[in-house]
């Protein structure tokens, strides 16, 4: 069973940066969309990012122009570039391969903003 992982989670002050990295454990094919999703404490899961096999992508209005998703459906690889971050973007963040057979989901990693 191909799995995903993060990394790139951490602790960052508000303002700063962190780029999150998603890797498959194996090949994934007929990819549909990669994205990011993330899950405040007490809070439900929602999508940040995503983009299609086409390079279509899509953000959540309160992260546009501050994050950018990249990546590469070969490799099944995805990226997200988190700039000007905020206390409110503390939350785990979790990718998702989205596959014509299947729906991949990580364990997720921990950003935490504040100072």
């Known amino acids: 069973q191909v799995q995903l992982v993060e990394s790139g989670g951490g602790l960052v002050q508000p303002g700063g940066s962190l780029r999150l990295s998603c890797a498959a454990s194996g090949t994934i094919f007929s990819v549909n969309f990669m994205g990011w999703y993330r899950q405040a404490p007490g809070k439900e899961r929602e999508s940040v990012a995503t983009i299609t096999n086409g390079g279509t992508t899509n953000y959540a209005d309160s992260v546009k122009d501050r994050f950018t998703i990249s990546g590469d459906s070969a490799a099944t690889a995805v990226y997200l570039q988190m700039n000007s971050l905020k206390p409110e973007d503390t939350a785990i963040y979790y990718c998702?391969?989205?596959?014509?057979?299947?729906?991949?989901w990580g364990k997720g990693t921990l950003v935490t903003v504040s100072s």
């Open positions: 998702r391969v989205f596959a014509l057979r299947n729906d991949y």
